[in-house]
């Protein structure tokens, strides 16, 4: 990982990856056709990316019909794309990670706004942890359980 100010590629899949796992942590589908971009910061907030106009053209292209953005790329959309190029799409601009999850994962926002988790007896029943192989301690078998 190389350090803070050093500029990297894939930051801007944060929303992505955490909207993937969340998917599947609770066993919820994804929206279909729906495209998203943004860095989330360690406390939920979405952070500007760059490259907005090409992400919402490939994303067209591919046949989607919403796209989560961060809302601090709102100016990048409208000075950048014409309404032609907007037409068909819906953009949902985006704060916290909390908010696109509302969007990609409607299932789970509850009627407060804020998103719910399943039962925990569901999520007990569909916790199956991989058997872990004995460690090897000096000479004896340690067998670790979790």
Known sequence: MPAGAIPKDGPSAGVTMATA???????SRIEPLIAM??????????LPVGGIKE?????????VRDVILPAENKMNVEEDLTPEQLENLTVHYVKTIEEALQVSLPELAAPAGKLSSP???????NYHPAPQAPAVAHDKVVTTRA
Do not use: H, Q
């Open 55 to 63: 992400k919402v053209l490939a994303a067209k292209r591919a046949g």
């Open 119 to 125: 039962p925990a007896k569901e999520v007990e029943a």
């Open 37 to 46: 971009t943004g860095e989330i910061t360690l406390s939920g907030n979405v």
């Open 21 to 27: 796992l969340v998917s599947l942590l609770t066993g």
